[in-house]
Each structure stands twice: as C-alpha cells, then as structure tokens.
C-alpha cells in the first residue's frame, strides 16, 4: 500500500531556472495539498488542488509558481526562474475526501538554488 | 489566517520525564490535528480531536482540545527518546480547504 510519493528527493537549481517537483497521491485519494517548509518552521499552505480543479491557491505567490493535477498522472508544482529564496522543503500531502479529513504527506523535495 | 501558535519551541528532556507542548489561538477550529515529523520526513499524522473538552490517548501520548476548540495540548509521560522529533499542530480553515500549521515544537529526548 504505497504512500504518498514525491520526486525528486532532492533538486539543485541555479538561479532562472525551472523547478519541477512531482507528486503521485496515495491510491484512492482524490484531493491534493502542497506545503512548503523552512527549516526550523511549520509548514505553509500553497494550494489545494483536486483532478483537473485548482479548489484554492490562495497560499501560491502570484508570479513564477503554478500547480496542476491532471486526469492521469501525478501533481506538479512548478517554480520558473527560481531565486535562491525558493530554497525549502516542498511536502505534497492527499486524502481521500477532502474538507478535515487527515492529511498523508510525502516525504518532500528539497530544493536548493545555487 | 488563522494563526496557531506552539510552545515551547526547543524542549530537551532526559528519558523518563513527562511534558507537555501546547498550542493556541485566538480562533476557532473543527478540528485540530497533532503531527510528528522526523529529520528528513514529511509528518506523519497522531490524532485528530474534534469536540471542545476531548481528551484522547495513544499509549503514552495524551491529547486535549480545549472547551472552546482554540487550544490544545500533547502529554507524553515517560519519554522515551523515540518521541524525538518535531510536533506541529494544524487547524482546518474555516472554508476546510487547508490546515494552517504551527510552526511547532523541537523535542530532544536524551538517553
């Protein structure tokens, strides 16, 4: 029974370049969450998505990040030209139905721009 | 947003001593949720309370949610340094969209 799946593990970046960070939910779940972490700190909202459906992306900055989750195949999160402040643990999370249901999280992508 | 604020911070303990973390806000939450992350982990969910005044346990790990569902706290009794980690607690937001997290506690159970 897979967990939620997240890759790369780690992603090193130089400044301007594209950041793509994957995420398959665990089978079954529907709804897909991404957090972003620093360290030494929480975990902050960026978007909630469910197939096809951004429902919420009031946490994503309004430039260089977007989020997709397609009919077939995992969610995206993407940073275009990244800066060095991009540099965090990225958590993707999913659950079955949504509203307070739990949430089961990957074990992250750490970025690090150079 | 909803703030949740988690204290203390950094807790260092010798195995076999009780603690307790906390964590308020001045809002309101259905639900409440405790987490524990390890290094290079993402979190792994502890228990879910959902009525003011509950009081659940997993093992040694004793959960509340306060009477008016803005607080809670984890009492570990005789800690053990396999409860190292980070604890967050997360609130669901009012439209139930996203959990808004704590910046949480560092807890160091030494040998």
């Known amino acids: 029974n897979a967990g939620v799946m997240q890759n790369p593990r780690h992603l090193v970046r130089r400044r301007g370049q594209e950041a793509r960070l994957r995420c398959s939910p665990m089978?079954?779940?529907?709804?897909v969450y991404w957090y972003r972490q620093l360290p030494e700190e929480g975990l902050k909202f960026m978007v909630y998505?469910?197939?096809?459906?951004?429902?919420?992306e009031s946490g994503m900055p309004k430039e260089r990040f977007s989020a997709e989750f397609p009919k077939e195949g995992p969610s995206i999160l993407r940073i275009q030209q990244v800066v060095r402040g991009d540099s965090a643990a990225y958590f993707c999370?999913?659950?079955?139905?949504?509203?307070?249901?739990?949430?089961?999280f990957g074990n992250g992508t750490r970025l690090t721009v150079t | 947003t909803q703030l949740l604020e988690q204290s203390p911070q950094f807790l260092s303990i010798q195995e076999g001593e009780n603690l307790t973390v906390y964590c308020n806000s001045s809002?309101?939450?259905?639900?409440l949720q405790w987490y524990r992350q390890e290094p290079g982990e993402g979190p792994v969910l502890l228990v879910t309370?959902?009525?003011?005044?509950e009081v659940k346990k997993l093992k040694r790990l004793t959960f509340q949610f306060g009477d008016a569902r803005k607080d809670s706290s984890l009492h570990i009794t005789a800690a053990q340094t396999g409860d190292t980690g980070l604890y967050l607690c997360?609130?669901?937001?009012?439209?139930?969209?996203?959990?808004?997290f704590g910046s949480g506690t560092k807890l160091n159970v030494k040998p």
């Open positions: 089978k079954g779940h529907s709804h």
């Open positions: 997360a609130g669901d937001s009012d439209n139930f969209n996203k959990f808004y």
């Open positions: 809002s309101v939450f259905s639900s």
């Open positions: 998505l469910q197939k096809e459906n951004i429902i919420d």
């Open positions: 309370v959902v009525t003011g005044g």
């Open positions: 999370a999913s659950s079955p139905r949504g509203g307070n249901s739990p949430l089961h």
